[in-house]
């Protein structure tokens, strides 16, 4: 008998009291296991819900996702990340968790049209087996960029599941469809195997850069919960070892959402270099497309190397050599190789020029022509390569860097933050009576001109051309994304303000001398703002709402007996 099959599972059993798998689906899209099968290649074994529509399109590609390619030579195990674009016709799928995006930090909502593969791979002898080499992939797939907290789950799951396979798996999805759902803000505590993890869920309203979760423990839990300090950063010092005096233009290439290519000789260290170079310009959303690791399979291989146009905006990590010859006219090529000590200092990789990225042996280094806006801030630089020569943990070292990191990027965005304020109407002007005043377009020449008293020079020492990077990062997709966002935020506000104020408006009192179409009139508009702030779940005052309810179903009820029967069919 399948173990994931029949009325024993907890699915049939609380389909009465709540949805099934609902609190599953809120951490997880599904569990994949992908083997290796002499006349198929790598084939998905197993997927758990066993009910979850993945198309045959998703299915191809998480199967060469989740195995590194024979170039990286990857014995034992070996955890990565990967991300794929979903198929065409889920996207239009309503999300159940725009409260959850409301709330999360814009880097780590969830995501809309891509699948987070979180990967366990394991490669060893085995005897027993024709090729000689047992090959079996656990993988998570997820909308949530949770990518610390998904591979600490599968260094506990896995290698339980390669022991005892399919019922361990099943136990485990039982066990994560008892959490509480991902809510911003809160310390969950999260029973898995024997062990309570406790994470911190960050929200939006969280200061940036701010201390580290502490234990929190309300009740006597056993055993004492594991504490994980966060969800989704990582050891960024580690990422970046040896290219930490480039590390200024890799951060203004990921500002301009410049295409790139990481080549790496692991899907581990590609992987991860990918998701470092991305958070690097954090708190700013990334709105570029990133492939943490990306095969010669992948759908979007003919799309992304396509010599007619110029290359995405997207970056690239990969591990095949092959892909040296394939990507020869990008812009930007940063090849890594294994980490090499120069004395006490990992070898620092030099910058080079594109026309040497030819053979399929070519060395370490970027290879671009890209020259910097700004200087490079030296101070860091000897404090981090310092800190290595006093064996500093990497903990230490990487909370440096990522403070620098959210300073160099808060120093460019403040000024962009302060003057899109200053294009919000006045509270004032919120009346009533009239549709809520229009937020005032964005020009970039007036923004340019408050630079010299409000930017960034107030808040950060480095030197160099600010202006000029201004200019490229609107042309940016980056730009973009950070401005639609701001605006929707910016106009659900004055939503938000203009019901308050009908709210507080009397309305009974202009209804007086009012003929019935006006009324009418008056009550249909009424009631598209409401439908329309609890579709966008507006923030609006405590009660504000049921007011408006309450004092819509008053004037219907002052209506003639036809009037009250057509509106309250409608």
Same mark, same amino acid.
């Given at each position: 008998?399948?173990?994931?099959?029949?009325?024993?599972?907890?699915?049939?059993?609380?389909?009465?009291?709540?949805?099934?798998?609902?609190?599953?689906?809120?951490?997880?899209?599904?569990?994949?296991?992908?083997?290796?099968?002499?006349?198929?290649?790598?084939?998905?074994?197993?997927?758990?819900?066993?009910?979850?529509?993945?198309?045959?399109?998703?299915?191809?590609?998480?199967?060469?996702?989740?195995?590194?390619?024979?170039?990286?030579?990857?014995?034992?195990?070996?955890?990565?990340?990967?991300?794929?674009?979903?198929?065409?016709?889920?996207?239009?799928?309503?999300?159940?968790?725009?409260?959850?995006?409301?709330?999360?930090?814009?880097?780590?909502?969830?995501?809309?049209?891509?699948?987070?593969?979180?990967?366990?791979?394991?490669?060893?002898?085995?005897?027993?087996?024709?090729?000689?080499?047992?090959?079996?992939?656990?993988?998570?797939? +997820?909308? =949530?960029?949770?990518?610390?907290? #998904?591979?600490?789950?599968?260094? $506990?799951?896995?290698? @339980? !599941?390669? &022991?005892?396979?399919?019922?361990?798996?099943?136990?485990?999805?039982?066990?994560?469809?008892?959490?509480?759902?991902?809510?911003?803000?809160?310390?969950?505590?999260?029973?898995?195997?024997?062990?309570?993890?406790?994470?911190?869920?960050?929200?939006?309203?969280?200061?940036?850069?701010?201390?580290?979760?502490?234990?929190?423990?309300?009740?006597?839990?056993?055993?004492?919960?594991?504490?994980?300090?966060?969800?989704?950063?990582?050891?960024?010092?580690?990422?970046?070892?040896?290219?930490?005096?480039?590390?200024?233009?890799?951060?203004?290439?990921?500002?301009?959402?410049?295409?790139?290519?990481?080549?790496?000789?692991?899907?581990?260290?590609?992987?991860?270099?990918?998701?470092?170079?991305?958070?690097?310009? +954090?708190? =700013?959303?990334?709105?570029?497309? #990133?492939?943490?690791?990306?095969? $010669?399979?992948?759908? @979007? !291989?003919? &799309?992304?190397?396509?010599?007619?146009?110029?290359?995405?905006?997207?970056?690239?990590?990969?591990?095949?050599?092959?892909?040296?010859?394939?990507?020869?006219?990008?812009?930007?090529?940063?090849?890594?190789?294994?980490?090499?000590?120069?004395?006490?200092?990992?070898?620092?990789?030099?910058?080079?020029?594109?026309?040497?990225?030819?053979?399929?042996?070519?060395?370490?280094?970027?290879?671009?022509?890209?020259?910097?806006?700004?200087?490079?801030?030296?101070?860091?630089?000897?404090?981090?390569?310092?800190?290595?020569?006093?064996?500093?943990?990497?903990?230490?070292?990487?909370?440096?860097?990522?403070?620098?990191?959210?300073?160099?990027?808060?120093?460019?965005?403040?000024?962009?933050?302060?003057?899109?304020? +200053?294009?919000?109407?006045?509270?004032?002007?919120?009346?009533?009576?009239?549709?809520?005043?229009?937020?005032?377009?964005?020009?970039?020449?007036?923004?340019?001109?408050?630079?010299?008293?409000?930017?960034?020079?107030?808040?950060?020492?480095?030197?160099?051309?600010?202006?000029?990077?201004?200019?490229?990062?609107?042309?940016?997709?980056?730009?973009?994304?950070?401005?639609?966002?701001?605006?929707?935020?910016?106009?659900?506000?004055?939503?938000?303000?203009?019901?308050?104020?009908?709210?507080?408006?009397?309305?009974?009192?202009?209804?007086?001398?009012?003929?019935?179409?006006?009324?009418?009139?008056?009550?249909?508009?009424?009631?598209?703002?409401?439908?329309?702030?609890?579709?966008?779940?507006?923030?609006?005052?405590?009660?504000?709402?049921?007011?408006?309810?309450?004092?819509?179903?008053?004037?219907?009820?002052?209506?003639?007996?036809?009037?009250?029967?057509?509106?309250?069919?409608?």
């Amino acid at each position: 008998m399948n173990p994931f099959d029949g009325s024993g599972s907890p699915r049939h059993e609380e389909a009465g009291s709540r949805c099934p798998w609902n609190r599953f689906s809120s951490w997880l899209e599904c569990v994949c296991v992908v083997t290796f099968d002499l006349e198929l290649g790598q084939a998905i074994e197993l997927v758990f819900p066993q009910d979850v529509k993945l198309t045959e399109k998703e299915k191809t590609s998480i199967c060469y996702l989740s195995f590194p390619d024979s170039y990286s030579g990857c014995l034992g195990d070996t955890q990565f990340s990967f991300r794929l674009r979903q198929s065409v016709g889920r996207r239009a799928v309503r999300f159940r968790d725009d409260m959850y995006n409301r709330d999360a930090p814009v880097t780590l909502q969830r995501e809309a049209s891509h699948f987070f593969g979180y990967v366990y791979f394991r490669q060893v002898k085995d005897v027993s087996v024709k090729r000689g080499y047992f090959q079996k992939s656990l993988v998570l797939v +997820s909308r =949530l960029p949770y990518t610390h907290l #998904f591979h600490s789950l599968l260094q $506990i799951i896995a290698p @339980e !599941f390669f &022991e005892k396979l399919e019922p361990c798996l099943e136990a485990v999805c039982n066990e994560i469809d008892q959490w509480p759902s991902p809510v911003p803000g809160l310390t969950l505590n999260l029973p898995l195997m024997g062990v309570i993890i406790q994470v911190r869920i960050p929200s939006k309203a969280d200061k940036p850069g701010g201390s580290p979760v502490r234990q929190t423990v309300k009740e006597n839990l056993l055993p004492t919960p594991t504490l994980l300090p966060t969800i989704h950063d990582l050891d960024l010092f580690k990422c970046f070892q040896s290219v930490l005096i480039h590390l200024q233009m890799l951060w203004e290439l990921m500002l301009l959402g410049e295409p790139m290519v990481v080549m790496a000789p692991s899907p581990t260290v590609s992987s991860e270099t990918v998701l470092a170079l991305v958070s690097s310009i +954090s708190p =700013l959303k990334f709105c570029c497309d #990133f492939r943490p690791y990306f095969t $010669i399979h992948d759908n @979007e !291989f003919r &799309e992304f190397t396509t010599r007619t146009q110029a290359p995405p905006n997207v970056i690239l990590g990969v591990t095949n050599p092959f892909f040296i010859k394939t990507f020869q006219n990008w812009p930007h090529v940063v090849r890594l190789g294994e980490i090499r000590m120069a004395g006490d200092l990992p070898k620092q990789v030099k910058v080079k020029k594109l026309s040497k990225l030819k053979t399929l042996d070519t060395k370490p280094g970027i290879y671009t022509t890209y020259k910097t806006f700004l200087h490079k801030d030296k101070i860091l630089i000897k404090r981090l390569l310092k800190g290595i020569q006093r064996k500093r943990p990497s903990e230490v070292q990487s909370a440096i860097l990522r403070r620098h990191l959210l300073e160099l990027t808060q120093s460019f965005i403040i000024p962009l933050e302060r003057y899109m304020a +200053s294009l919000m109407p006045l509270q004032r002007s919120v009346t009533p009576w009239k549709t809520p005043p229009q937020i005032r377009p964005f020009s970039q020449n007036e923004f340019m001109s408050t630079l010299d008293h409000t930017g960034p020079q107030l808040t950060s020492v480095l030197k160099g051309d600010w202006m000029g990077l201004y200019r490229k990062f609107f042309r940016s997709p980056n730009f973009d994304g950070w401005y639609r966002q701001r605006h929707k935020e910016m106009t659900q506000k004055l939503e938000s303000l203009h019901l308050e104020v009908i709210c507080e408006a009397d309305l009974l009192g202009w209804t007086r001398d009012k003929s019935e179409v006006e009324i009418v009139d008056l009550i249909l508009k009424l009631r598209e703002k409401l439908t329309k702030a609890r579709r966008q779940q507006l923030q609006v005052k405590d009660g504000v709402l049921d007011k408006l309810d309450a004092f819509i179903n008053s004037i219907i009820r002052s209506l003639p007996a036809d009037l009250q029967t057509v509106l309250n069919s409608h």
